[in-house]
């Protein structure tokens, strides 16, 4: 009944609906099965009509850029939702606010703040992913978080009810929010500080610079794959695992990144279950060598 009433939605508003759809395009790890409806709205009203449609009959999971998830193999039992490039709009609100949309990308934010002498986005340039995604993971590199700049969020939940929260009603962790889970962010407002756009400009570069003389770049990866254990220890993850676990450790043709310990790659045809094997043999390694628990920081969708 559910697919037959969202071919009928897919008719009637020519929608961007499809069924049975490969996701391994869609995520840095290049790996993964099909989702059994993928919809891609191309507008507010389009999204809005869907959920109040849907009626949360199934899973529903919000993909922005693919850039910190991990698909299984099968097909995924639900929709995902992968908000167009009609979410992506930036505009200034008065002289150091900035509204960007959820579906824009960080460094185009970072860009945007540039562009405006608007200081205190210089870090977001170095993060891959979307806005949307930075602020559910509570993005941050350098000393400094999403929760440094968000004012406020604008959000539908999945019945169709939209919502605004202000910051002050968000608890921030470290690289995650604890918000409703059936909130999907269309919107946010942030603010930084005037600068100088020469300074805004050479800090961009210099985080820039740090981070490809460390991190891996142009290859099958999701970025860090756990996150710093800072309730356990001052010892960064990355110094963890290369402590624990071999440099050549390989399942299929997952592995880790020679550059940075906590990048776990793709080498060519890995599948969910080479990664998830690579992922299960590190947390056990760096347990049983330090006896510290490591946690995912990389979202691997059920």
Known sequence: MLITDIKEF????????????????????????????????????????????????????ILG????????????????????????????????????????SQKQLSEFALQNGIGGFEFMFCIPGSVGGGIKMNSGCFGREFKDTLI?????????ILKIIPSNKIKFNYRNIEVDENLIFLSATFKGNLLDKSKINLLMHELAERKNNSQPSRIKTSGSTFKNPIEQTPIKVWRLIQDS?????????ACISDKHSNFFVNKNKASFEDMNALINFVQKSVKKKTGININLEIKIVE
């Open 152 to 160: 406020s969020l604008q959000c539908i939940d999945t019945s169709g």
């Open 245 to 253: 676990v071999p440099k050549d450790i390989n399942f299929g043709d």
């Open 10 to 61: 897919k008719k009637k508003n020519n929608s961007d609906i499809f069924f049975d759809y490969d996701v391994k395009k869609f995520n840095w790890f290049n790996i993964g099965g099909k989702s059994k409806i993928f919809f891609k709205p191309k507008n507010l009203k389009e999204l809005k009509d869907f959920l109040i449609l849907y009626s949360n009959r199934a899973k529903i999971f």
């Open 65 to 104: 850029m693919g850039s910190n998830v991990l698909f299984k193999d099968e097909i995924y039992d639900g929709v995902i939702i992968k908000l167009s490039k009609n979410f992506s709009s930036l505009s200034k609100l008065e002289n150091d606010k900035i509204i960007a949309g959820s579906s824009c």
